[in-house]
């Protein structure tokens, strides 16, 4: 008996390496899903961990840096924010 197969369909799942109820201080998102700026999750917005402990997506904190109003500081804790070494 010889099988071919036509055709396969593979599926994938993939998550960050964060706790599942962490979401994005600035929009709100869980990590597993996209930033208002993104179409689809993955390395094109990683997560970013402040040396003040919160975590934000990349285009999130970068939009939030760029703002007069920010300061420098983090939207969570209003220090000044800067990123952790990995």
């Not at 990590?31 to 975590?55: A, E, Q, V, Y």
Request: with cysteine.
């Amino acid at each position: 008996m010889k099988v071919t197969i036509k055709t396969y369909n593979a599926v994938a799942y993939w998550r960050w390496d964060a706790p599942s109820d962490d979401v994005c201080g600035i929009c709100r998102v869980q990590f597993d899903g996209t930033c208002p700026n993104c179409r689809f999750p993955g390395d094109d917005c990683p997560i970013l961990n402040g040396k003040c402990g919160h975590s934000f997506h990349l285009h999130c904190v970068n939009d939030w840096i760029q703002t007069e109003s920010s300061r420098g500081l983090c939207p969570m804790c209003r220090q000044k924010f800067e990123f952790e070494a990995e």
